[in-house]
């Protein structure tokens, strides 16, 4: 049996955020996309951080989001894996550490995202 790669399964149209993004605008695009974080990117397309609902619920009614730019509360601690990453040391890592979605980064460009949805997808091919 083939080897299953994150490149197999991946989703390859992320949305992306900007640092300069307002949160309102990421609660668009989260509500618009029905995706539950957002990559963060820099000008040359680069991944420098991730912002996701929880850390968006978490702060949105203590401030401003209106005037909260994404890189005053995005993550940069960012675990993420390559398109050649094996499936198996996926899903070992989104057990773990409870993980909802990991970014698949190429030359430290967003390239991919492996969500759990995905990994059920795969999952359900292989059983039928």
Known sequence: MKTIKAADIMTTNVI???????LTDVIAL???WHVSALPV???EDKMVGILSEIDLVNLTFDGNAGDTTV??????DIVSFS???ELADLVQT????????V?????????????RRDILREMLRRYN
Do not use: Q, Y
């Open 16 to 22: 992306t955020a900007k640092k300069d993004m307002v």
């Open 71 to 76: 890189e005053e509360v995005m993550v940069t």
């Open 103 to 115: 970014p698949i980064i190429d030359k430290g460009k967003v390239v991919g995202i492996v969500s």
């Open 41 to 43: 990117v820099d000008d």
């Open 30 to 32: 989260l509500l618009r």
């Open 94 to 101: 989104f057990s773990k550490r409870h993980l909802r979605r």
């Open 83 to 85: 398109p050649n990453t």
